[in-house]
């Protein structure tokens, strides 16, 4: 016979009255660690422990839960346990509202102190001096490529990575009206303006397209003035009471940005393998012929895949160029370990910008 209405909601109740009392349980185990963890000096966050329990209970799961709820639900717990020992101050591309707040909520969980900023150079600053323990700058997106400017600190930072996110993107056109009509102005951040250009070029080739230091500033600012627009999230029209005037606007329905988490290595050390992990590092090679061939020769030859291969001019005025390599694998991998090693001895300049479990 089938259950009532009444009958199910009493059911759920019951349930849920038992998931308070384990999570009460696990947070009173979370406590004790934390204790351990104070006692010996070790660190808080553990970004490879937490993908490696999340990992697991996708694996463990064969009920109605899908594994990205899964993930979405137990970075919150483990988020709100953590904040029981003290919240993590994470800086960010502010202000309210931005992808990369988003972003910086899905890695860490809602249980922390956020320090939204005005630039990638402030959130870098905020993660160096100790303002914030940690950073979330965007790396690269799968329309317009890497984020320039992130490499470029990256390059001279003592900061490291030590996480990754990847969200997608999905782009709305904002403002106080919910109409195309009379839109003088679409103001957002470079990267969004041309991920949305061809949208932009169809529907309001006669507006001026004005780049601001973030899509969540320039919501705030549509919101000052009727006859201007902002490309930014559902969640930062919501934070300034904006109209979705056109959803999803981004040429591409694909749309993705990677956002790397950043730290001192005193705040976290080189998180242990998973894995699954990702290496990333920058490199120079001497300006001959065939450098940047036998520059890839040890990957081949110890079997490490390369996912990403970007170069930035090394502003030496002689033509040299740095080059940002994503490794499959972690250092302390035999393999990975070796082909370093040989790459080391090839290079004029090397840097391993971190190393770090992949995103979910």
């Known amino acids: 016979m089938a259950r009532t209405l009444p009958e199910l909601r009493a059911l759920i109740d019951a349930v849920d009255l038992e998931l308070l009392q384990l999570l009460n349980k696990r947070a009173g185990y979370a406590n004790e660690v934390g204790e351990i963890k104070r006692h010996e000096g070790s660190v808080v966050f553990r970004p ?106 990256l390059l001279h930072s003592p900061l490291h990575i030590v996480g990754e996110i990847s969200l997608l993107i999905r782009h709305q056109l904002l403002r106080s009206t919910n109409s195309l009509d009379g839109i003088e102005v679409v103001l957002a951040h470079p990267q969004a303006l041309a991920q949305c250009q061809e949208w932009l070029n169809t529907h309001l080739p006669h507006a001026e397209r004005r780049a601001v230091s973030s899509n969540a500033e320039g919501a705030r600012l549509a919101a000052t003035n009727p006859a201007w627009a902002g490309i930014a999230s559902e ?13 999803a606007i981004q040429d591409d329905p694909f749309n993705r940005t990677r956002f790397a988490v950043i730290c001192l290595p005193s705040v976290l050390p080189v998180p242990q393998a998973t894995g699954r992990d990702c290496t990333s590092l920058v490199v120079s ?18 079997g490490v895949s390369m996912t990403r291969f970007e170069s930035r001019p090394a502003r030496s005025g002689q033509w040299e160029y740095h080059f940002f390599i994503d490794l499959q694998g972690h250092p302390s991998e035999p393999h990975v370990a070796a082909a370093l090693a040989d790459l080391q001895n090839l290079c004029a300049f090397y840097k391993i910008l971190g190393a770090y479990p992949l995103a979910d």
Request: aromatic letters at 8%; one cysteine or more; a negative charge.
């Open 48 to 153: 490879e422990r937490e993908a490696q329990v999340i990992a697991g209970l996708q694996k463990a799961n064969d009920g109605a839960l899908r594994d990205e709820n899964i993930a979405v639900i137990w970075r919150e717990i483990m988020s709100a346990c953590r904040a029981l020992e003290a919240p993590q101050r994470v800086a960010y591309l502010g202000p309210f509202g931005t992808f990369t707040e988003e972003a910086a909520l899905r890695f860490f969980g809602s249980s922390i102190h956020k320090i939204p900023c005005n630039s990638f150079d402030e959130v870098f600053h905020a993660a160096t001096c100790g303002n914030a323990q940690y950073g979330v700058v965007a790396l690269e997106n799968s329309t317009e490529g890497v984020v320039t400017r992130t490499l470029d600190l």
């Open 285 to 302: 090679v001497p300006n001959r012929p065939g450098a940047v061939h036998d520059m890839l020769v040890p990957l081949k030859k110890h």
């Open 235 to 247: 969640r930062a029209g919501s934070e300034f009471g904006l109209h979705i005037a056109a959803h």
